[in-house]
């Protein structure tokens, strides 16, 4: 019955009426005429369950999901004037700018106002979903050794022994990712140790990426001995039941992303926009997001439970590295640090 | 009756408007001083964040050989966001051109003084913000540069602070209101107190207590009370003036009327011719009627007096009742007419002035054998009824010929078919000032089967 209600039609080339490029497009048909549009950074089958869950309450609405990079998801809102009626990112700094500068549109209801205070900004920008930034390990390459549990472990690993991890250490490239960028940045923020690891890494040949899932690739492949700063959701639902790595929560500081979602002013379906961030805030929502995708559902009590999570705030500090200049300086520094 | 008095807006409600009115201005007052004193603590919490923001940002420019390094600090806007959350606008420029942030927010229009921060009011993208501004030089290729920040911010979460503080200055308001209308209509009654327990007090007197009033009273009051006293004491010397000169009046007509009846009878025994008898009989007749009014009026004056004076004592009535009817006798039995005391409970006891109590019903009895003729009956009783002792004499004489009691208790006045008897028309004067001072009634009513009832309540002793 539902599988005939929504055909599927997925599209992997870029629409001609769309100025940003997109990497994934899929059309849920639902019964009747209203169509809701996401702008999103998540995969698509990471998100399918929780927009099959969500069109079981609303059969009525078709979703049109399509995929962007964070970059591209800022772009077309901020400069191409896409209209879409929900943009969900993991780039927390880019969704903060759009809603500072007025591109988001106001929402309230029981769901949103249930968040915390760190998880919500105003009442344009909303987290749907926290997970770790976490480093994975290749247990091959660790064997016999003990696996880090900080960042200065890790330091003294790569500098001890400098030949078994030339080469085969992996982080994003913040000059391409935007969530690489905004870990690299919130490392930066945490502590300085982030500069040092970065210059020891940066002596040995470290393969720059683009996402997290690639990463994991190379780590499985034994390609990798080492992954800084892996989402962990990606990591978790790759690695789990393989055993070939090791994921690792750094005791020292381990930043807590949010994923965000806003309806965007200019949404043509603004309402649809809300139904859908309300039934992703919703006990059901959070529920299919943690069981179904793999998303960790937003719970004060999990980060509260380990005191070296910190979850990034959603304030107004995060548009600091979105400052042309400051982004310009800070990649510079990276650059000097780690290219070399 | 009451008397209407010309009466105007009572003073304790004067008192109530007029404290309740202080009352809404001062509550008025508090609400709009802690409103200004909140807004204004709140302004300039925001705009020292806002100007700490400003130098922050400020500090961390560095000059350089390719130009003005600019180096936003994280806790700049970071600390932005401790009050509320608001949005965030920024603008950096060397002389004219913007180096970073938003280029349409406004420059100040006024000169800078270094890092002290200049604060205004703006509107950008449609919003009203606050800006901070500062001004630093930094030194590029050995020239100073002009470097502005401006950090901008809207003021959302401070209007959200302000308003949750006006609802905290209202409620404030409202209760010390709400505290001051309890505390005024206690401050009235009690500045009232005074006034009202002396009303209480005078009103609380029998209409014959003309003693001056001695009780304590506020010195607002004493003129007042001493203005009354004075009313009262020349009142009060009035009339026992009046009465002791009708008691003197009665007594000087009495004795030489005794006297010129002793003489008239013993003339009347001396003369033989009969148009002289009679006219020596009417003369007599004469004496007899301004004797007996002296008489009456002697007693009236006595009443009078001893209902100021009262001295009360245990009166059993029955015993009084019986005396009195036995002391009617003889006269009684002069005018042919059967007086008889009916049989009657023996614990009827009143708490009474006996001279008053006697006085009244000597009127009663004597009355009521006046007015009966001949092989009449005269039936005296006494009951108790409803808290009251009920005096009841009852003739068979010849009614009231339709006057009502009313009528026949003022001075002087005598029912319309009585001509042919002797009377000063105070009798029933007496009783009824007997039956007023004892705190009883008096009523005289046409009995169905002729003759005439009258009943004299006095209250009965209280147990």
Not at chain 1, 208 to 222: K, Q, R
Not at chain 2, 294 to 301: D, I, R, W
Not at chain 2, 369 to 386: C, F, M, N, R, W
Not at chain 2, 434 to 453: D, M, P, Y
Request: hydrophobic share 45%; net charge negative; aromatic share 6%.
């Amino acid at each position: 019955m539902r599988g005939a209600l929504c055909s599927i039609a997925i599209t992997l080339i870029a629409s001609t009426t769309l100025a940003f490029d997109i990497e994934q497009q899929q059309l849920f048909q639902g019964q009747g005429d209203e169509t809701l549009s996401i702008l999103s950074t998540t995969d698509i089958g990471i998100f399918r369950p929780v927009i099959a869950a969500f069109q079981e309450v609303r059969p009525d609405i078709s979703v049109d999901y399509v995929v962007a990079s964070t970059q591209e998801v800022y772009r077309a809102i901020y400069e191409e004037g896409a209209q879409f009626d929900l943009a969900v990112s993991s780039a927390m700094d880019l969704q903060m700018k759009l809603a500072n500068d007025g591109l988001a549109q106001g929402h309230s209801s029981a769901q949103t106002d249930a968040l915390p205070d760190w998880a919500r900004w105003q009442d344009q920008l909303f987290a749907f979903a926290q997970e770790p930034v976490v480093t994975v390990v290749s247990q091959a390459a660790f064997e016999g050794r003990q696996t880090p549990a900080t960042r200065s472990d890790l330091i003294r690993h790569l500098r001890d022994d400098p030949e078994t991890f030339r080469g085969r250490i992996g982080t994003y490239d913040p000059r391409k990712s935007g969530a690489g960028y905004l870990f690299a940045t919130q490392d930066a923020r945490q502590s300085d140790t982030y500069w040092r690891l970065s210059e020891v890494m940066g002596g040995l040949e470290p393969k720059l990426y683009e996402a997290s899932s690639a990463m994991l690739n190379a780590v499985e492949s034994g390609e990798l001995a080492i992954a800084y700063n892996v989402l962990g959701s990606y990591a978790l639902a790759r690695l789990d039941q393989k055993g070939a790595a090791t994921i690792i929560e750094l005791e020292d500081f381990t930043n807590i992303l949010l994923r965000t979602a806003l309806i965007p002013a200019n949404a043509e379906n603004p309402s649809g926009g809300a139904a859908f961030l309300d039934f992703l805030l919703s006990a059901t929502g959070q529920r299919v997001l943690e069981e179904n995708s793999g998303l960790p559902r937003i719970n004060a009590g999990a980060l509260a439970a380990q005191s070296y999570l910190r979850p990034i705030r959603l304030d107004t500090g995060l548009l600091v590295f979105v400052d042309p200049l400051k982004k310009q300086q800070f990649l510079r520094e990276w650059s000097a640090a780690v290219v070399q | 009756m009451k008397r209407v008095v010309n009466q105007s807006i009572s003073i304790r409600r004067r008192l109530l408007l007029q404290l309740l009115f202080v009352a809404i201005l001062l509550s008025g007052l508090l609400y709009l001083s802690v409103r200004t004193v909140a807004d204004s603590a709140v302004e300039r919490t925001q705009d020292s964040i806002l100007g700490a923001a400003t130098i922050a940002i400020a500090e961390e420019l560095r000059g350089g050989e390719e130009g003005v390094a600019v180096d936003i600090p994280y806790t700049a806007f970071s600390m932005l966001g401790s009050i509320g959350q608001d949005r965030v606008f920024y603008r950096i420029t060397i002389g004219d051109e913007t180096v970073t942030g938003y280029d349409e927010l406004a420059l100040p229009t006024e000169p800078l003084n270094g890092l002290t921060p200049l604060f205004y009011d703006d509107a950008y993208r449609g919003l009203l913000v606050r800006a901070a501004a500062v001004e630093r030089s930094v030194l590029v290729n050995g020239k100073a540069l002009p470097v502005r920040v401006i950090v901008a911010q809207t003021r959302t979460s401070q209007q959200t602070i302000v308003a949750s503080l006006a609802e905290r200055a209202a409620l404030l308001g409202i209760g010390f209101f709400v505290i001051a209308v309890g505390l005024s209509l206690l401050t009235a009654r009690l500045v009232v107190k005074p006034v009202s327990s002396l009303v209480e007090a005078v009103g609380r007197r029998g209409p014959q207590d003309l003693r001056p009033v001695q009780r304590p009273v506020p010195r607002e009051l004493v003129p007042l009370v001493t203005a009354l006293n004075g009313f009262m004491s020349r009142l009060s010397v009035a009339l026992s003036r009046t009465e002791t000169f009708i008691a003197e009046a009665a007594h000087h007509i009495r004795t030489p009327l005794a006297t010129l009846r002793a003489q008239a009878e013993i003339a009347l025994r001396q003369t033989e011719n009969e148009e002289a008898r009679q006219t020596i009989r009417s003369m007599i007749r004469s004496v007899d009627t301004s004797a007996r009014s002296a008489g009456q009026m002697l007693e009236h004056a006595a009443v009078v007096f001893r209902s100021d004076q009262r001295s009360d004592e245990q009166i059993d009535l029955s015993l009084l009742v019986e005396d009195i009817t036995e002391s009617y006798e003889p006269s009684a039995e002069m005018k042919g007419v059967r007086l008889v005391c009916l049989p009657h409970a023996h614990d009827i006891t009143v708490d009474a002035d006996r001279i008053l109590l006697e006085a009244a019903l000597r009127n009663l009895i004597d009355n009521a054998i006046k007015y009966t003729p001949k092989d009449g009956l005269v039936e005296v009783s006494v009951i108790s009824a409803e808290g009251f002792a009920r005096l009841e004499v009852k003739d068979s004489g010849r009614g009231l010929f339709g006057a009502q009691a009313a009528q026949l208790t003022g001075r002087f006045q005598r029912g319309a078919n009585v001509e042919d008897v002797v009377g000063s028309g105070l009798g029933l004067t007496i009783v009824k000032e007997v039956a007023r001072s004892l705190n009883g009634r008096f009523e005289i009513v046409e009995r169905e089967e002729g003759g005439t009832c009258a009943a004299l309540y006095v209250p009965l002793r209280s147990r």
